[in-house]
């Protein structure tokens, strides 16, 4: 039976690897949710409550939109140059300092 869809929201890839890990625990996963939980495996590079809370962070504090703010989290960039690679076309604001603060804070929330 489909479940019904309560809200929509971008989430980092560890938030899907929890939920999906959940779900595999209650039964089986469709064919999609079992490689979508291979992938982020994978590739989440931090716990989801880090994940999360650094979302927050780069939302609240830097004003960087969530779609953005969830792409550095699940990227996780470890350089500045990375970072803009990410940011740059969108949200060229930032300084030099904000950029690095941001990269200091992704290196240290990776697991």
């Given at each position: 039976m489909p479940?019904?869809?309560?809200?929509e929201e971008e989430i980092t890839l560890a938030q899907v690897k929890k939920i999906l890990t959940q779900?595999?625990?209650?039964g089986d996963l469709s064919f999609q949710q079992?490689?979508?939980?291979?992938?982020?495996s994978t590739f989440a590079k931090m716990p989801p409550s880090a994940a999360r809370k650094l979302v927050e962070r780069l939302i609240k504090n830097y004003e960087i939109p969530r779609v953005l703010a969830v792409q550095v989290v699940n990227i996780a960039p470890t350089t500045?140059?990375?970072l803009k690679v990410i940011l740059d076309q969108h949200h060229p604001n930032l300084t030099e300092e904000q950029l690095n603060e941001i990269v200091e804070l992704v290196i240290k929330n990776r697991s």
């Amino acid at each position: 039976m489909p479940r019904e869809i309560v809200a929509e929201e971008e989430i980092t890839l560890a938030q899907v690897k929890k939920i999906l890990t959940q779900r595999k625990k209650e039964g089986d996963l469709s064919f999609q949710q079992s490689i979508t939980l291979e992938h982020a495996s994978t590739f989440a590079k931090m716990p989801p409550s880090a994940a999360r809370k650094l979302v927050e962070r780069l939302i609240k504090n830097y004003e960087i939109p969530r779609v953005l703010a969830v792409q550095v989290v699940n990227i996780a960039p470890t350089t500045i140059e990375e970072l803009k690679v990410i940011l740059d076309q969108h949200h060229p604001n930032l300084t030099e300092e904000q950029l690095n603060e941001i990269v200091e804070l992704v290196i240290k929330n990776r697991s």
